[in-house]
T-cell receptor, first 114, second 114 residues
Framework: DQQVKQNSPSLSVQEGRISILNCDYTNSMFDYFLWYKKYPAEGPTFLISISSIKDKNEDGRFTVFLNKSAKHLSLHIVPSQPGDSAVYFCAASARGFGNEKLTFGTGTRLTIIP | SAVISQKPSRDICQRGTSLTIQCQVDSQVTMMFWYRQQPGQSLTLIATANQGSEATYESGFVIDKFPISRPNLTFSTLTVSNMSPEDSSIYLC???????????FGQGTRLTVV
């Protein structure tokens, strides 16, 4: 039962353009969502998060949008840079229910084309 | 953010043997988690390790196979016991600090069982 889904295993984007990574979830108890970036041979690095009380959170080039009714979130990276090439994981937790553990999606490999 | 060191970074082990992975954090943390990432898969939580109490295992993971120690607030170990090739994965230590909402990860241990 995959509660967090990233349906695009890979994505290629031209440098300078916008990268949009998508994530869907099924568990209505999830109330906190995070995006992590992972380079080969390294652990995941936290990028940005959003609480279910918000529908948008922005941090520099990274913006996360949350659509609770559709159980969908997306990560926008603009402008995309070569260093953004990595695997991106969406994760969710039910913090409001006292559950701090993270449930991860399967990841999307983003390649930025110079 | 916490600095997390995992040892070893990689290992090749014979089936039937055991490997203990260490996770050292540069500050005291309340919650530590152990994840597994099998080839081409998402990150899956193995167990939550809180100091002073028994680890809490997720469905599909048992203490006899993955014993965990948490002797203090900066250190934990995960043992992969009686290994088989199916245990070949990346094993990741993760921590949460106080009211900080995101989890931080170590660089991972890449285990290959032959």
């Amino acid at each position: 039962d995959q509660q967090v889904k990233q349906n695009s295993p890979s994505l290629s984007v031209q440098e300078g353009r916008i990268s949009i990574l998508n994530c869907d979830y099924t568990n209505s108890m999830f109330d906190y969502f995070l995006w992590y970036k992972k380079y080969p041979a390294e652990g995941p690095t936290f990028l940005i998060s959003i609480s279910s009380i918000k529908d948008k959170n922005e941090d520099g080039r990274f913006t996360v949008f949350l659509n609770k009714s559709a159980k969908h979130l997306s990560l926008h990276i603009v402008p995309s840079q070569p260093g953004d090439s990595a695997v991106y994981f969406c994760a969710a937790s039910a913090r409001g229910f006292g559950n701090e553990k993270l449930t991860f999606g399967t990841g999307t490999r983003l390649t930025i084309i110079p | 953010s916490a600095v997390i060191s995992q040892k070893p970074s990689r290992d090749i082990c014979q089936r039937g043997t055991s490997l203990t992975i260490q996770c050292q954090v540069d500050s005291q943390v309340t919650m530590m988690f152990w994840y597994r990432q099998q080839p081409g898969q998402s990150l899956t939580l193995i167990a939550t390790a809180n100091q002073g109490s028994e680890a809490t295992y997720e469905s599909g993971f048992v203490i006899d196979k993955f014993p965990i120690s948490r002797p203090n607030l900066t250190f934990s170990t995960l043992t992969v016991s009686n290994m088989s090739p199916e245990d070949s994965s990346i094993y990741l230590c993760s921590v949460k600090q106080g009211r900080v909402t995101e989890a931080f990860f170590g660089q991972g241990t890449r285990l290959t069982v032959v």
